[in-house]
């Protein structure tokens, strides 16, 4: 069993009336990678800056290794870093970009070795790029310039909120090369976030899925937003567009969303009694992490879906498949 390294107790914060996070109570294990997912506005970034100590909760205990810690709390500070969802970069050389923490942490013994093997780590050469500037820089190079900044540092706690986000394929497989190889050391601990579902289960040991600053105990792989209507001839529920319908049981508010557990959705049989079904286009396949289970991302009546399924199953992008789900299993956020 993993040792817990944070454990949250009824955590909320809050921006006025709003809960970004909402009394979330969950432990996160040391030694492992920890995706965090989650629709746009679940939370997810404002669980980060609380994990890095960069924010305190307004309700609720932040444990760190079973004590509470605090921004710049010496039990912390050098030990866990952040990496922002928009990293900054100092109007500097990537050199000094990369030395900038180094010398914030007073370290300066084999400061031009470390920088060199921080640049390696994300795939970027010290003679080609220590001396560019910031704006000599694309996309993708500065952002791994950002996270070899984090690298050079050797935290145990690594922080990383959506790497890859407006970085190309190739960026993004080096990002995921170096978060791996980084994770693979004794004693690391990575807690990233992506939109890349695909992406965050092939770097991830474990995901926490979140929605409306709550965590939901299970991998959701559908959510249904209204509005919701009642179709006149038969009086069920359905969710969807002029692109097709999803059956539902009845709405209990106008703006309640749907949730169907990915476990619950099956992919190319006819829905048997009490199951509902709707066509749908793959879009993506992917294996998960370890390679014994894969995802498919399909559309379904305009809304985007995941399901899992052995690797030797997966359906081939472009196919229209049935998907079908108990009416039971469908959730109310
Ligand atoms: N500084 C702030 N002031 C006011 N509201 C905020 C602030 N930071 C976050 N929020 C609100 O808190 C909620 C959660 O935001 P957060 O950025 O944590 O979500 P997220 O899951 O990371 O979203 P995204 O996927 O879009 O990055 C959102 O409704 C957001 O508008």
């Given at each position: 069993?993993?040792?817990?390294?944070?454990q949250?107790?009824?955590?909320?914060r809050?921006?006025?009336?709003?809960?970004?996070?909402?009394?979330?109570?969950?432990?996160?294990?040391?030694?492992?990678?920890?995706?965090?997912?989650?629709?746009?506005?679940s939370?997810?970034?404002?669980?980060?800056?609380?994990?890095?100590?960069?924010?305190?909760?307004?309700?609720g205990?932040?444990?760190?290794?079973?004590?509470?810690?605090?921004?710049?709390?010496?039990?912390?500070?050098?030990?866990?870093?952040?990496?922002?969802?928009?990293?900054?970069?100092?109007?500097?050389?990537?050199?000094d970009?990369?030395?900038?923490?180094?010398?914030?942490?007073?370290?300066?013994?084999?400061?031009?070795?470390?920088?060199?093997?921080?640049?390696?780590?994300?795939?970027?050469?010290?003679?080609a790029f220590?001396?560019?500037?910031?704006?000599?820089?694309?996309?993708?190079?500065?952002?791994?310039?950002?996270?070899?900044?984090?690298?050079?540092?050797?935290?145990?706690?690594?922080?990383?909120?959506?790497?890859?986000?407006?970085?190309?394929?190739?960026?993004?497989?080096?990002?995921?090369?170096?978060?791996?190889?980084?994770a693979?050391?004794?004693?690391?601990?990575?807690?990233?976030?992506?939109h890349?579902?695909?992406?965050?289960?092939?770097?991830?040991?474990?995901?926490?899925?979140?929605?409306?600053?709550?965590?939901?105990?299970?991998k959701?792989?559908?959510?249904?937003?209204?509005?919701?209507?009642?179709?006149?001839?038969?009086?069920?529920?359905?969710?969807?567009?002029?692109?097709?319908?999803?059956?539902?049981?009845?709405?209990?508010?106008?703006?309640?969303?749907?949730?169907?557990?990915?476990?619950?959705?099956?992919?190319?049989?006819?829905?048997?009694?009490?199951?509902?079904?709707?066509?749908?286009?793959?879009?993506?396949?992917?294996?998960?992490?370890?390679?014994?289970?894969?995802?498919?991302?399909?559309?379904?009546?305009?809304?985007?879906?995941?399901?899992?399924?052995?690797?030797h199953?997966?359906?081939?992008?472009?196919?229209?498949?049935?998907?079908?789900?108990?009416?039971?299993?469908?959730?109310?956020?």
């Amino acid at each position: 069993m993993d040792r817990p390294l944070y454990q949250l107790e009824e955590v909320s914060r809050c921006f006025g009336a709003a809960r970004a996070l909402d009394r979330c109570s969950f432990s996160i294990p040391a030694g492992r990678v920890t995706g965090i997912a989650g629709p746009n506005g679940s939370g997810k970034s404002t669980l980060l800056s609380l994990l890095a100590f960069v924010e305190r909760p307004d309700e609720g205990r932040v444990l760190f290794e079973g004590r509470e810690e605090h921004p710049f709390s010496p039990a912390v500070r050098h030990r866990v870093t952040l990496m922002p969802q928009t990293p900054f970069l100092l109007d500097r050389s990537v050199f000094d970009n990369v030395r900038y923490g180094l010398s914030l942490k007073k370290e300066t013994t084999d400061v031009a070795d470390k920088v060199g093997r921080a640049l390696a780590r994300v795939g970027l050469d010290f003679d080609a790029f220590s001396r560019r500037r910031r704006h000599e820089l694309s996309g993708g190079e500065a952002q791994r310039v950002a996270l070899a900044a984090r690298l050079v540092l050797d935290p145990e706690v690594l922080i990383l909120d959506e790497p890859t986000a407006s970085v190309d394929a190739a960026s993004s497989f080096l990002i995921h090369q170096a978060i791996l190889a980084f994770a693979a050391q004794p004693g690391k601990t990575v807690i990233l976030t992506s939109h890349d579902a695909a992406w965050l289960d092939s770097v991830s040991d474990e995901i926490l899925f979140f929605f409306r600053g709550r965590r939901v105990t299970e991998k959701m792989g559908l959510l249904l937003f209204g509005p919701f209507a009642k179709d006149p001839a038969s009086g069920a529920w359905v969710a969807g567009t002029g692109q097709g319908t999803i059956a539902l049981p009845e709405p209990p508010s106008a703006d309640a969303v749907a949730a169907v557990p990915e476990r619950c959705l099956r992919m190319g049989t006819e829905e048997g009694a009490h199951e509902a079904g709707f066509d749908a286009e793959v879009r993506e396949t992917a294996l998960e992490k370890g390679r014994t289970g894969a995802r498919v991302t399909l559309i379904g009546a305009g809304f985007p879906l995941t399901l899992s399924c052995p690797p030797h199953q997966l359906p081939e992008p472009g196919r229209t498949v049935r998907v079908s789900y108990p009416l039971s299993s469908v959730q109310w956020l």
